[in-house]
């Protein structure tokens, strides 16, 4: 038998984070939902799923960017005794290449992976430090999208002598609204004082063929990634979503420069959310739209770390020029 696992109460379930985040996304028009909430223990696998996809060149490129220019990279983070944060860490498994850079450089070195997974990190943390010697890694579960302050006392501490790099890699910046992606730029800069570092990975602007097929591979495996969402939310509030009746859609937004992600209902249809008291009714071909993938130019980049506080050093391409990764240093 299966363990019953109780819903919470409708004060409970408004309050808590997906509860708001599914009442506000689903209550309205045009429906969305937050990014976020792809990333359970599921959406995290098919995510690492999907950057071993033949369509999804995103990993590779950046890949390709690290392994040949990581020792550099870490050169650029300055003098002092470096430490490496990283946003939205996963299984860490491109981090790696830098991780062994700073302990060419200095011996060892402490990592401190932030991410809202804490399975990911824990897997992370026994394979990087079973893999590497001198590195210890530093869990620290958290959606920093809301912010860092939750995590404030575990980073305010700053070691005497030691110089901060963040890595905000994987182009998760272009998951934003350019006002909130400047504001978690602003929210690292306030972790860092002059001369630390950001190292920010950002893919480009590119062919709209290439870019639609990275996000609607033919395996399937992004359009499970997506519905997903609907199962955590079946989970973790009761709902009666049926996978069945919803597709997977990836489309190019030519003015806003960004590939959106959606999951249009293939039928009218109601669904009931016991956990909110909520009914959501849906017409045939509506969608609900659960994430923007912005592609960016070198000078809209290097503007949104300016506006952050923010000096761009150095900056580095895939040999297809498809991702860009610019070291920033705070200023």
């Not at 991780?99 to 897997?123: F, H, N, P, W």
């Not at 400047?182 to 001369?195: H, K, N, S």
């Not at 190292?199 to 639609?212: E, P, T």
């Not at 809209?300 to 610019?326: C, I, T």
């Amino acid at each position: 038998m299966h363990a019953f696992t109780p819903l919470p109460s409708l004060s409970e379930a408004a309050q808590s984070p997906i509860g708001a985040e599914v009442l506000r996304g689903l209550s309205g028009r045009p429906r969305s939902l937050s990014p976020w909430l792809f990333y359970d223990d599921e959406g995290s696998r098919l995510f690492e799923a999907i950057t071993e996809l033949p369509e999804y060149y995103v990993t590779r490129a950046e890949r390709e960017i690290l392994t040949s220019h990581a020792d550099e990279i870490i050169a650029g983070a300055g003098s002092g005794d470096l430490t490496i944060y990283e946003l939205g860490a996963g299984s860490g498994s491109k981090t790696g290449l830098l991780l062994e850079a700073a302990i060419r450089r200095q011996g060892s070195i402490t990592y401190r992976a932030l991410d809202v997974s804490k399975s990911a990190l824990e897997e992370a943390k026994q394979r990087l430090e079973a893999a590497i010697t001198g590195l210890t890694v530093e869990p620290i579960v958290s959606d920093y999208t809301d912010g860092l302050s939750n995590v404030a006392g575990q980073l305010n501490h700053r070691k005497s002598g030691e110089r901060r790099m963040f890595l905000y890699i994987g182009s998760s910046i272009g998951n934003f609204e350019l006002p909130h992606a400047l504001q978690i730029l602003r929210d690292v800069r306030a972790q860092l004082i002059p001369g630390d570092s950001l190292l920010l990975g950002a893919d480009l602007v590119k062919d709209r063929q290439i870019l639609l097929r990275a996000y609607d591979d033919a395996a399937g495996v992004t359009a499970a990634f997506n519905k997903n969402v609907l199962t955590r939310i079946n989970r973790e509030l009761g709902s009666n979503f049926n996978l069945q009746l919803f597709r997977h859609r990836a489309k190019w937004n030519e003015e806003l420069s960004r590939i959106e992600m959606h999951l249009e209902s293939l039928i009218t249809q109601i669904v009931f959310i016991p956990a909110l008291d909520l009914q959501v009714r849906l017409a045939r071909a509506e969608t609900i739209h659960t994430e923007n993938s912005h592609k960016f130019t070198d000078q809209q980049v290097e503007s949104l770390l300016h506006r952050a506080g923010f000096s761009v050093a150095k900056q580095w391409k895939d040999d297809l020029g498809w991702f860009g990764e610019y070291l920033a240093v705070a200023v």
